[in-house]
């Protein structure tokens, strides 16, 4: 893309919440470009019941927008979407209830003119002749398409359908086809039919249907621990049967990279049903090992949800702490990833994951590692929705967390969860009990005089700053160049007054007052932070609204809004407009 339309600059650093909604519009938006009343677009998406939750959300809101010249096209197993739970089958609900037209189309299985044409075209043979052939196949496959291909090519192996070669013409036993047994499931099909391939071919294509649905020749080598030659040599008659699908540029090549896929989906996981599970997970653990190792530095962040998706799968298979604290910093690793493209139900897997391979005792001995996953872990429940796991997870947390700063950044982290879930006593609370930590007493009692006081203080700071020299405007308008906020204590206490400020707007005016206050105190002491901008917002409404020094109020929202625009933090930069357009 950028080939295109030239470098992008780096995205704003937002909340997730904010993020997850900035990647839909702009997703949604990139989608519009290719669409016009001349050039409408047409967009295709199979087997769309294997979707993740992040593209279920996605395709919910984008849906949903009024989109023009757009048309969607999904193709899924009505088997695998039965259950009410499914999210398709809720997708399609909020559809109907928001009014989207939409139109189901049931494929409806071969009927036997369909599979007399089929099979005649097949044959080069006539279809009066084919006709009682077909009467047959669609008594045993039911019509089933994946069925009646591979129910021929059963017949012609079992040589109930062979060509005559005296009288140049296809035949069939029309006496033993009927007698025949086919399943009605597609899985024990396939695994019938590779059964009938040599053992060192079922042996091949059961490693290779742990890779994945695609998968390289050099990988296959070293799980096979065999020459490229003789991999690719057991390989061949599966490839012959056209159940495995080499690529066009390494077509029955030993070449380094040569890649090769199933046929579907179905017969992948047919070699799979092939194999013993506590086998199959020591293979993926051995294929995690040699990716972890083989893929160069450059594209191991590319391959990383593959490299800990393959460890994960055999993590029974590890050995040693040393192990288990890889592993599970590499599932961190991906969590992060994943929460960064906002992917937010795979973050939690993967936070899940690395915290339940870690034991106890790393809270001792791995404290930083242990400490960072189960606080990832806590807000990734949070981001989907689970604040009852988000709770515990976060109570969990503060309880071994160790030192005062990471103790008031769980409590940041409590006060978001409980609020989202409504609690708004105990989020405040939870920002009392950080900012306390970090020697920020709030006060209970006796507003007046606590917000007296931190009006003195920025008083104070800002004659300090005048210095005779300067005017009280002059010095407001002089915070835009101060320094930038740089100890992280000093960052998590503003980071608490501002979630402070905003869970008391709505139900506490004097702890909401002080708040503001402080934040203004804070930033002119220790230097700007991205929450300065709203803290100087609604100091500058405080100003206004209950001492009537509205000049000063417009001066301290003017600095909000530069600094804002500076720091270019679009959720708070939102926020500040917000309020200095409506309220100063």
Not at 106 to 119: G, H, S, W
Not at 529 to 542: C, D, H, I, R
Not at 565 to 580: E, S
């Amino acid at each position: 893309l950028a080939l295109i339309i030239g470098e992008v600059p780096p995205l704003p650093n937002v909340g997730a919440t904010e993020a997850q909604s900035q990647f839909k519009k702009v997703l949604q938006k990139f989608i519009g470009v290719f669409c016009s009343p001349d050039r409408p677009l047409v967009i295709f998406l199979d087997d769309i019941q294997w979707a993740d939750t992040a593209t279920f959300n996605w395709l919910e809101s984008v849906l949903t927008d009024e989109s023009h010249h757009l048309l969607w096209i999904f193709a899924y197993q009505i088997r695998e979407t039965a259950n009410p739970g499914h999210p398709w089958v809720k997708l399609l609900e909020v559809l109907r209830q928001k009014g989207m037209t939409f139109e189901t189309i049931a494929l409806a299985p071969l009927q036997v003119p369909d599979i007399t044409e089929m099979i005649a075209e097949t044959l080069n043979e006539s279809p009066d002749k084919v006709k009682p052939l077909a009467e047959l196949v669609m008594s045993k496959t039911g019509g089933n398409p994946f069925f009646v291909s591979e129910f021929l090519k059963t017949l012609y192996q079992e040589n109930l359908l062979q060509f005559n070669f005296q009288y140049l013409s296809w035949q069939w036993d029309s006496e033993r086809i009927p007698s025949m047994d086919i399943t009605d499931n597609v899985i024990d099909l396939t695994v019938a039919l590779l059964q009938k391939l040599p053992d060192a071919t079922q042996e091949v294509l059961r490693l290779a249907a742990c890779i994945g649905e695609s998968f390289d020749l050099t990988t296959l080598c070293y799980l096979q621990e065999k020459s490229p030659s003789d991999t690719l040599a057991d390989l061949s008659p599966a490839i012959d049967e056209g159940l495995i699908l080499p690529d066009h540029a390494a077509f029955m090549t030993t070449a380094p990279g040569a890649k090769y896929k199933f046929l579907h989906q179905k017969v992948q996981e047919a070699a799979g049903a092939l194999i013993d599970e506590q086998w199959q997970k020591s293979v993926h653990f051995k294929i995690g090992r040699h990716l972890l190792r083989a893929t160069p530095p450059a594209e191991k962040h590319e391959r990383l949800f593959e490299i800990v998706s393959h460890l994960n799968a055999g993590k029974d298979w590890l050995v040693g702490s040393r192990e288990k604290v890889e592993l599970a910093r590499l599932n961190l690793e991906a969590g992060k990833k994943a929460k960064d493209a906002t992917a937010y139900a795979a973050a939690l897997e993967y936070f899940r994951t690395g915290a339940e391979i870690l034991g106890g005792d790393d809270w001792d001995v791995h404290y930083d590692l242990t400490f960072t996953l189960h606080k990832e872990l806590a807000e990734a429940e949070y981001l989907n929705g689970d604040l009852a796991g988000a709770t515990k997870s976060i109570e969990l947390t503060l309880s071994k967390a160790l030192g005062p700063l990471d103790k008031a950044e769980t409590c940041n982290l409590m006060m978001a969860i409980t609020r989202m879930a409504g609690a708004y006593s105990a989020s405040l609370t939870a920002g009392q009990q950080g900012l306390q930590l970090l020697g920020v007493t709030v006060p209970e009692s006796d507003w007046d005089k606590a917000l007296g006081q931190e009006i003195a203080a920025v008083n104070s700071y800002l004659e300090a700053i005048s210095n005779g020299t300067v005017s009280r405007a002059g010095a407001i308008a002089s915070l835009f160049d101060a320094p930038e906020m740089s100890q992280p204590d000093h960052r998590c206490a503003a980071k608490l007054v501002m979630n402070l400020m905003e869970t008391a707007r709505w139900f506490h005016r004097e702890l909401f007052a002080w708040s503001s206050a402080k934040l203004v105190s804070l930033s002119l002491q220790h230097g700007n932070a991205p929450e300065s901008a709203l803290g100087y917002a609604n100091y500058g409404v405080f100003l206004g609204t209950a001492s009537g020094a509205y000049r000063y109020g417009r001066l301290f929202g003017k600095l909000a809004k530069r600094l804002s625009d500076k720091i270019n933090n679009i959720a708070y930069k939102c926020k500040v407009c917000l309020v200095v357009e409506n309220y100063i």
